[in-house]
């Protein structure tokens, strides 16, 4: 079943009445036909804790006060290019992954696609018992472990788990791509293969001046032939990762008993054994626990000092980060 964003049956009956101007449909006739062709195929997404987008809020607002006609279609318009910009996005994402799971492109290249996320650390509370949920720990605060994955389309899944006292910044996310462009490497040949990363706007993990520190030396050192960064709209970041995480959250939940970070990167393992219904095209997953991590943004802010990019971040900024060698350009 395919979930579209949340929202209510109004909403995307101003949508469809947006298409076909000529005709008009009651909200009766909608909910039947919904009901009759598409309820068991097509939902709307409950509304979750994560933050909704501001633009589409502010385009509902409006269009729910605006009685004169023109107005309306002039507001409509307006919110209509903006979900159309954030589907381009995926559409780009979309085919990227799709492209990551063949086995090479018409041009006899790779390419490979990935995408990265952090999942919410409540779902990984320390110790899980069921001893916890009694009274007399009722007042008992307890440590959560952060948990990080990296989907590598058609190949691995990569999830790493660590303790509260390992910094989470853009070192964090630099070590995961890593890891798991070394795995990926250990099967591959990637030294003429494309790299796409996807991620959402997070600046503190993947928009920052270490991430593209970090893409231009692989690029530059010939580790890859050419890598790419690509980021989601804000509050449209919802996708295949997050579902993934849904899946892994129900699994958490159903193992009443992980003690240590030991236990949930065993519990992890094997769920990704026994489920390869949950990722399909990704065979393998690698989970591990992270004491440590290496300090790339000192190592590549000393590095790559005299390139500092600025404006990255923050609206407006740009959502797509492209580092090729100037000699593989054309033209150069
Ligand atoms: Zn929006």
Known sequence: MKLLPPGTF???????????????????LFLKVWGQFFSDRLGIRPRSQHATCGICKKHKMILKRLANTRARAGQMKEYVRHLKRTYADRVQYWQARSTSRLFFLPCGRRS?????????????????????????????????LDMSAMITHGHSCVIAISGPRVGKGSSWVVDLFAN????????HDIRSAEVILQSDNCSKET??????????????????????????????????VDQYFSAIATHIQASPELHTPADFVRSLTNFGRDHPDVRPYEPNTIVYEVGGTRDWKSFL??????SHLKGIAGPGAPHVFAFDRAEDLPGE
Do not use: W
């Open 10 to 28: 109004t909403d995307y009956l101003r949508l469809l009445q947006d298409k076909r101007k000529c005709e008009r449909f009651s909200l009766k």
């Open 301 to 306: 802010a000393i590095g790559c000092r005299n």
């Open 112 to 144: 490979f696609c990935m995408i990265t996320d952090g999942m919410d650390r409540s779902k990984f509370k320390l110790p899980r018992s069921r001893i916890m949920t009694t009274k007399e720990f009722d007042s008992f605060s307890r440590p959560s």
């Open 207 to 240: 928009k920052n001046n270490c991430m593209m520190h970090f893409m231009g030396m692989i690029t530059s050192l010939k580790k890859v032939y050419r890598t790419e960064m690509r980021y989601l709209q804000t509050a449209h970041t919802h996708e295949d």
């Open 180 to 187: 798991a462009l070394h795995r990926l490497a250990d099967q």
